[in-house]
C-alpha cells in the first residue's frame, strides 16, 4: 500500500515555526518540511543552514505558487493571518494558522466561506488544549469527581516587568496584538472548549506595567453561562510576585481543584525536545494539584497527578487525517472555533469599552 507524503511549507521563521510547528511536522507521519519563507535570512538565523532538505523562499507569493506543495503552515504575525489564509486556500492549499486565527470574527466567517468553496480545510493552532494539566480538568469533569461546576478559574499571571518587543507588545488590538488576542486567546478558547457559548461576558482591562503605551497588559474576563451555570474568571496579568503561578482553581458541588505552574511542553520544545522523547510533557509530580473532595460530609485533601499527555503532536496528528479521510468534522481545532471565541474577544473588547456587560 503506497501512502501519500503531505508536503508542507511554513510562512514565517521565528520562534513560532522553529518551537511549535517545525518540531511537529517532523514527528508527524505522512509530514514532510518540504519548504520554508524566510524573508531576511541572517548569519545566526538561516532557515537554509538548518533545514538544508528545505526549499528556501523569501516571499509567500512565491510558496502560493508552487503546485509541489498540499499543506501551508502561517506562523507569521496575526495582522497577515487573513491575507496569507485567504491566498494559500484560493491556492489550494490546506491551511494550519497559529493563533489567534484573524483580528475578527468577519474575517474569520469569510475564510470559513472560501475554505467550505475551495474544499480545502483550516485548522487552527490552539495548542494548550492539549496542556496536559487542561486534559486532567477536563478528566475530573467528564468523570463528575468535581459535581456541578459552579466557579472556574484559568489564570496565565506571571512577572514581565518590561512589554515584549514583538506583535504581542507592539500591535494593536485592532490588529490582534497585545494580551487578549495572545494569552486571552488560549485562556478563553479553553473555556470555550469546556463549557460552550457564555451567556454574557464582562471586561476589565489595565496596563499594570504602567509604561506609559496606550494598550492593556493586562486582563480579567468574566464569563457567565446563566444563573445554573458556573462563573468563570479568565485572568492574565503581567505583575504577579509568585514563587507559584496559580493556573486553575476549579469548584464544584462535590469538590474542588487548585493547579499551579504551567504544562512543560513549551519549556521542552524550546530546549529541543519533541513528542515521543522520555519524559516529554510529563511534569514534575511535585507541582501537581491539590483535590478536595466531600467524604463523610468534611473535605478531605489529596494530591492528583496529571493524566498522561496526549502532547501538542496530537493536534498536528488529528489534522493529518482530517486531510487524509475525516474532512472538516475530523478537524482538531475548526475555524468555527476560532470564530466563536473571537466573538467573545470582540464581546470583551466591548465591555472593556463601555463599562457594562455584553449578552449573547
Known amino acids: ?41 541572517k548569519p545566526t538565523d538561516d532557515a537554509s543552514k538548518d533545514h538544508p532538505t528545505a526549499k528556501i523562499y523569501h516571499s509567500a507569493t512565491e510558496m502560493f505558487a508552487d503546485p509541489s506543495i498540499d499543506i501551508i503552515v502561517i506562523t507569521t504575525t496575526p495582522d497577515t493571518h487573513f491575507t496569507f489564509t485567504k491566498s494559500a486556500l484560493e491556492a489550494g492549499k490546506h491551511v494550519l494558522v497559529e493563533k489567534p ?5 468577519a474575517e474569520a466567517q469569510q475564510l470559513i466561506d472560501i475554505s467550505e468553496k475551495t474544499g480545502k480545510l483550516i485548522c487552527v493552532y490552539q495548542n494548550r488544549r492539549w496542556d496536559t494539566d487542561f486534559l486532567t480538568v477536563r478528566k475530573l469533569m467528564a ?18 516587568a518590561v512589554r515584549p518587543e514583538n506583535w504581542k507588545g507592539n500591535l494593536s488590538m485592532d490588529q490582534a496584538g497585545g494580551v487578549l488576542y495572545d494569552l486571552g486567546t488560549h485562556l478563553i478558547d479553553q ?28 486582563l480579567t474576563v468574566l464569563l457567565g453561562y446563566g444563573t445554573n451555570g458556573p462563573l468563570v474568571t479568565a485572568k492574565a496579568g503581567v505583575i504577579c510576585v ?49 483535590l478536595v473532595v466531600l467524604e463523610g460530609g468534611k473535605p478531605k485533601s489529596s494530591v492528583f ?4 499527555p496526549k ?40 465591555s472593556a469599552r463601555t463599562g457594562k456587560s455584553v449578552t449573547f
Open 1 to 41: 500500500m503506497v501512502v501519500k507524503t503531505y508536503n508542507v511549507g511554513v510562512i514565517g521563521y521565528g520562534m513560532s515555526a522553529k518551537v511549535f510547528h517545525i518540531p511537529l511536522i517532523q514527528v508527524t507521519p505522512t509530514f514532510k518540511l518540504h519548504s520554508i519563507v524566510q524573508r531576511t535570512p
Open 101 to 105: 486565527f484573524v483580528p475578527t470574527s
Open 143 to 160: 468523570d463528575d469527581t468535581l459535581g456541578r461546576v459552579v466557579e472556574f478559574e484559568t489564570h496565565f499571571d506571571r512577572y514581565k
Open 191 to 218: 473555556v470555550y472548549v469546556l463549557f460552550g457559548m457564555p451567556k454574557s461576558v464582562t471586561a476589565v482591562f489595565s496596563n499594570q506595567r504602567n509604561d506609559g503605551e496606550a494598550e492593556p497588559d493586562s
Open 242 to 290: 509568585e514563587t507559584e503561578q496559580l493556573r486553575y482553581w476549579v469548584r464544584g458541588a462535590k469538590g474542588s481543584f487548585k493547579k499551579f505552574h504551567l504544562d512543560v511542553q513549551e519549556d521542552q520544545l524550546k530546549a529541543g525536545l519533541k513528542p515521543g522523547d522520555k519524559g516529554f510533557g510529563i511534569e514534575s509530580e511535585a507541582n501537581s494539584g491539590t
Open 305 to 308: 497527578k496529571n493524566v498522561e
Open 311 to 350: 502532547t501538542y503532536a496530537t493536534l498536528y496528528d488529528g489534522f493529518m487525517k482530517a486531510i487524509e479521510d475525516g474532512g472538516e468534522s475530523a478537524v482538531p481545532v475548526k475555524a468555527s472555533d476560532a470564530c466563536d471565541v473571537l466573538k467573545i474577544i470582540e464581546a470583551a473588547r466591548e
